[in-house]
């Protein structure tokens, strides 16, 4: 593990709160935190890491709970742009504390600026990512940010940027790597139980999922089945389909800071919260969702965390470019990692299982959140491997949002540092640019760049609409 022992962020939390509750400005001596003196149950106020939320849709609310149960830690403010959202998430918070401490924001970079916040927890969603986390960065927050790590390669780069320039503690949302069978399966690899690996299935969703439930609504206006959900990737602007779906935003919603980096257009509420993934506008689609998860297993297993393939190669099906649902629905793609390795990540291909399996000279691993296979059936009886097989063993945490905490206060890397989430994502991002060209990529994994070909280059970043700027 890196020695971060001189990091000169290290007792930070500690440090500031000794100033704040003695107002001493000299050389500070080391307040070991709760934790550390096995008081847990009753932290000091002074010792808790004082949080802020953003993003109360589908993800935040579970990261948060996680959080609230947390002795040594404060949830104190709270952001969305929608207005209900925000409510739910200051009644959440107070009705746990039983107080009315809890401080609403809109703006996100108020909650930032606040120099009393730690840390911050960032569930929203991926056109957003960037933007957030940089602002958070540079306000020295430590962060608990999402996957995939932004929308795009450039994107992500930059807040890989920012959290070491910065030098702050970040955990990835890939809270996979906190679930036991996940390790088991990672240290099955790295300890060379199935011999060399030789080639790894990553088996991903495929089409559309109306998360907010909001489609048979439309579906229904529209003299469809509620439940052809599909129907939505036919729609296309110009037609009486597509007139009936655009709306005015509701009240609550800021639409307008919604859309934010992303290019402006008219709201539909079935490509805003939760199903805002289904449109490249906001999202990444089945892919990008889910890279973050068994693509980050499948390297982690290999060894990975700071590398990636060298040649990408997609195919997949898309929907109109400009259809209400507009991401791929069925996509398979090829890549060529070090070591002779071969990768297929695929969605909608029968004999590519969901999860991620490693195949090497002398067995295979199987996992996902549904189960755990392996070429020995001795592996399956034990949560954990024998400790006779387990001579390599792998960072070990049994809970992601304890985990974060837990390096906040010791100033060590999380399980999934941002430089983990980024390369995570990486294949993902560049299968789709695969697809969306048409043609094989090549990449050099050192200095991040697509070789030899300057279109395929243009889609590692986007256009921002002003007045936002990628930093
Ligand atoms: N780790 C996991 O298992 C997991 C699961 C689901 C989602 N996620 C990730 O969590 C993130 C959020 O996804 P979701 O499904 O919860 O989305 P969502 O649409 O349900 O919720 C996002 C919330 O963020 C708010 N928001 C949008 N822009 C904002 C801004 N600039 N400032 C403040 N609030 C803003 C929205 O109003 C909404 O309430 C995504 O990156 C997604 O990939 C991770």
């Known amino acids: 593990m890196q020695d971060l022992s001189s990091n000169p962020q290290a007792g930070r939390f500690n440090r500031r709160r000794f100033l704040k509750t003695t107002g001493a400005a000299m050389v500070l001596p080391l307040i070991l935190p709760g ?38 830690c404060q949830v104190v403010a709270a952001c969305d742009l929608d207005k209900n959202h925000l409510q739910s998430a200051v009644d959440t918070i107070n009705d746990h504390y039983e107080n009315k401490d809890c401080k609403a924001y809109h703006d996100y970079r108020e909650l930032m600026a606040r120099t009393d916040i730690d840390a911050v927890m960032l569930a929203v969603p991926d056109h957003w990512h960037e933007l957030v986390a940089t602002e958070a960065a540079r306000h020295r927050k430590d962060i608990y940010g999402e996957k995939p790590l932004a929308r795009t390669i450039a994107e992500q780069q930059a807040i890989v940027r920012a959290v070491q320039e910065n030098k702050i503690i970040w955990q990835t949302g890939s809270w996979q790597r906190s679930q036991a069978p996940f390790r088991k399966a990672a240290e099955i690899v790295r300890n060379g139980l199935i011999g060399k690996v030789t080639r790894v299935k990553v088996g991903l969703p495929s089409g559309h999922h ?134 297929t990540i695929a969605g909608g291909y029968p004999d590519i299982r969901n999860g991620t399996k ?69 294949p993902g991002h560049l299968g789709l640019i695969s697809m969306l060209t048409g043609r094989k990529i090549r990449w050099s994994v050192g200095d991040e760049k697509i070789i030899g070909d300057p279109e395929a280059s243009k889609l590692l970043t986007r256009e921002y609409r002003p007045p936002w700027v990628l930093a």
Not at 269 to 283: E, I, K, L, S
Not at 330 to 340: A, F, M, S, T
């Open 35 to 72: 934790y550390a003196t096995g008081s847990t149950r009753h932290t000091r106020a002074s010792n808790r890491i004082t949080l802020g939320v953003v993003g109360w849709g589908m993800q935040g609310p579970g990261n948060t709970k996680s959080f609230l149960y947390e002795d040594d």
């Open 358 to 426: 490693w195949i090497g000279t002398d067995g295979w691993v199987w996992v996902d959140r549904e189960g755990f296979e392996g070429s020995n059936p001795e592996w399956k009886r034990n949560k954990n491997l024998s400790d006779r097989l387990r001579k390599v063993k792998l960072y070990e945490s049994r809970n992601h949002q304890r985990n974060f905490l837990d390096c906040v206060k010791s100033r060590q890397p999380t399980i999934t540092p941002v430089e983990t989430g980024h390369h995570s994502s990486i």
């Open 210 to 343: 109306d998360f907010a439930g909001t489609a048979p609504d439309l579906l229904k206006k529209l003299g469809q089945p509620p439940e052809n959900t599909e129907y939505l990737a036919t729609i296309i602007p110009g037609t009486d389909a597509w007139n009936a779906a655009v709306s005015e935003p509701p009240a609550e919603l800021d639409y307008e800071t919604w859309i934010g980096p992303s290019q402006m257009e008219p709201y539909i509420q079935a490509r805003v919260h939760m199903n805002w993934r289904w449109n490249y506008n906001t999202g990444g689609g089945q892919l990008l969702d889910w890279i973050g998860h068994h693509c980050d297993i499948a390297h982690w297993g290999l060894g990975f965390d700071a590398s990636g393939p060298s040649e990408i190669e997609g195919r997949g099906d898309f929907p109109p470019a400009n259809a209400i649902w507009n991401t791929c629905t069925k996509y398979r793609i090829e890549l060529q990692y070090p070591e002779d390795i071969t990768m």
